[in-house]
């Protein structure tokens, strides 16, 4: 498709599901319907292109690392302290940042309207209302905002922020599912130039939240087919890092005490055949996973060993990341081999974890020649904004099957589906 055939858009996204504070700028641009003879939607092999123009990201690691996991209240605040800072950086990394000669003092009725939508975030109004009075309106397309899921607390800031800036500024918002920013982020993955999805398509989404595997039928039409019966697979992570007496976030730190088990047993030294872990519903007759139970049997057998040697927890840290391995695999193989799959996309933070990440390559390259894996950059597969921004601008400009994307009227959702 020839480069004057691309409709260009600005799109602002914003991301506060949880403890990232994300904002970014990117210029997305696909077909226009005219110039092509079929609808957009019915060629699904033909992405967008993405350049990414800004991009600023706070992490609130640090800050919820004493309480050994996230604190929704310690979030929401963060989020209200850090997002117009950030938003002026992205503005500027992506040179749409321009303040006003004169500083425009704002009329009674706009603050007004300005410090209601913020009521729940009113310790940021201030912020907000000088960003107004001394920055021109950028040149901005449509803003993306994640709706959910997430802490509730966390996303209002982002949504309150979203929407008093399309309020004032007249630009439309659209509200993002999360999970399908995951899913798309692999359209802005620098590493494969074959970023083309092929339905019908099979999405892993392996979070700190989330462990499902969702039938992609065509763009925006989803089906879970499989999920998480209690904990996920990332909250695992995280729980049995807590039982080994590992800092939060515990998922890179498993990993890491892996890779020193691997290389020990890659210079011969024989695994401990008391450490041994289940592998939870790997022979059920469906998609589901549980992972609280092999957690537990990560406690019970801490508690058989007594006192943990530094090597009883690298060898406790790989047999826990080979068990979740191999039920991810398994099910996902399955699935793959049942429905026909073509594409088979990875999203979500677990997928970081270079391991899990590898066992997909292989397993893909072995027993699916013709299949086209999409793996995020490992940049992109924690929450960012950048997924954010694609997902809305997707939504935005498939109005074929999305019904008002501009919108204002949506709430926060914590539970939020695909």
């Avoid at 397309?141 to 996303?155: K, R």
């Avoid at 191999?326 to 073509?342: G, S, Y």
């Avoid at 929450?383 to 949506?410: E, H, L, W």
Wanted: hydrophobic fraction near 40%.
């Amino acid at each position: 498709m020839s480069e004057q055939l691309l409709k260009k858009t600005i799109v602002l996204g914003i991301e506060t599901s949880c403890d990232e504070t994300a904002v970014c700028i990117i210029e997305a641009a696909r077909p226009e319907k005219s110039d092509i003879e079929h609808d957009f939607i019915d060629i699904p092999e033909q992405g967008p292109k993405i350049k990414v123009l800004g991009n600023a990201l706070y992490s609130q690691i640090e800050k919820h690392a004493e309480f050994g996991g996230v604190m929704p209240s310690v979030a929401k605040r963060e989020h209200s302290k850090n997002i117009v800072p950030l938003f002026i950086k992205a503005l500027t990394e992506a040179g749409l940042y321009k303040t006003k000669k004169i500083r425009e003092k704002m009329s009674a009725d706009i603050s007004e309207k300005i410090l209601t939508s913020l009521n729940m975030e009113s310790e940021m109004a201030n912020d907000v209302i000088e960003l107004f009075e001394t920055t021109e309106k950028p040149q901005l397309d449509v803003i993306a905002v994640t709706q959910g899921p997430g802490l509730e607390p966390a996303l209002w800031v982002g949504i309150n922020f979203a929407k008093t800036l399309g309020t004032v500024w007249s630009i439309p918002v659209v509200p993002t599912n999360h999970m399908e920013g995951h899913i798309l982020s692999v359209l802005v993955d620098s590493e494969k130039e074959n970023k083309t999805i092929s339905f019908p398509a099979l999405a892993l989404l392996i979070s700190g939240g989330h462990t499902e595997l969702v039938l992609i039928h065509d763009w925006h039409d989803y089906s879970v087919i499989g999920r998480t019966r209690d904990d996920a697979v990332g909250e695992a992570f995280d729980k049995v890092a807590r039982i080994l007496g590992l800092p939060y976030p515990g998922g890179p730190k498993i990993s890491d005490l892996a890779d020193l088990a691997r290389e020990r047993h890659t210079h011969g030294e024989e695994k401990n055949p008391l450490i041994m872990l289940p592998r939870p519903m790997l022979h059920s007759k469906d998609y589901d996973f549980s992972f609280s139970g092999l957690k537990t049997a990560v406690l019970y057998l801490v508690k058989k060993i007594s006192t943990l040697s530094e090597h009883d927890k690298q060898n406790i840290a790989l047999e826990f990341e080979e068990s979740a391995t191999e039920v991810l695999i398994k099910k996902t193989r399955e699935a793959m081999i049942d429905k026909n799959i073509r594409t088979l996309i990875i999203g979500g933070g677990v997928i970081a974890n270079k391991n899990i990440r590898l066992a997909f390559q292989k397993m893909t390259e072995l027993e699916f020649v013709d299949l086209n894996l999409l793996i995020p950059n490992i940049e992109h597969s924690t929450d960012n904004a950048i997924m954010i921004a694609v997902a809305g601008y997707m939504r935005f400009t498939n109005t074929s099957k999305v019904k008002d994307p501009g919108q204002t009227s949506f709430r926060a959702s914590g539970n939020l589906s695909l």
